[in-house]
């Protein structure tokens, strides 16, 4: 039988040239929580953690529904 195994899998989603917006820069962070942050070494980047550490178990006939807010990864996974 078929199965849908998942372990602790992250996607991170890069914004380019974010430090010329920082207007823009505070408005996605409000609308994310506060999931944007700089990434170590680079400039006029940050990354946006769209899944964290997702661990998923799905058998045979089992059904699986997302339910989220915009922007929330459901399309991702």
């Known amino acids: 039988m078929a199965s849908i195994q998942l372990d602790a899998v992250s996607v ?3 914004i380019f040239n974010i430090s010329d917006r920082s207007l823009k820069n505070n408005i996605i962070s409000a609308a ?3 999931q944007i ?3 170590a070494g680079a400039t006029g980047r940050a990354i946006v953690r769209a899944i964290d550490a997702l661990t998923l ?3 045979h006939g089992e059904r699986l529904g997302l339910l989220g807010h915009n922007g ?3 399309s991702t996974l």
Request: hydrophobic share 20%; proline share 13%.
């Open 12 to 14: 991170d989603i890069p």
């Open 32 to 34: 994310t929580g506060g």
């Open 37 to 39: 942050r700089p990434r």
């Open 57 to 59: 178990n799905l058998e």
């Open 72 to 74: 929330a990864g459901k």
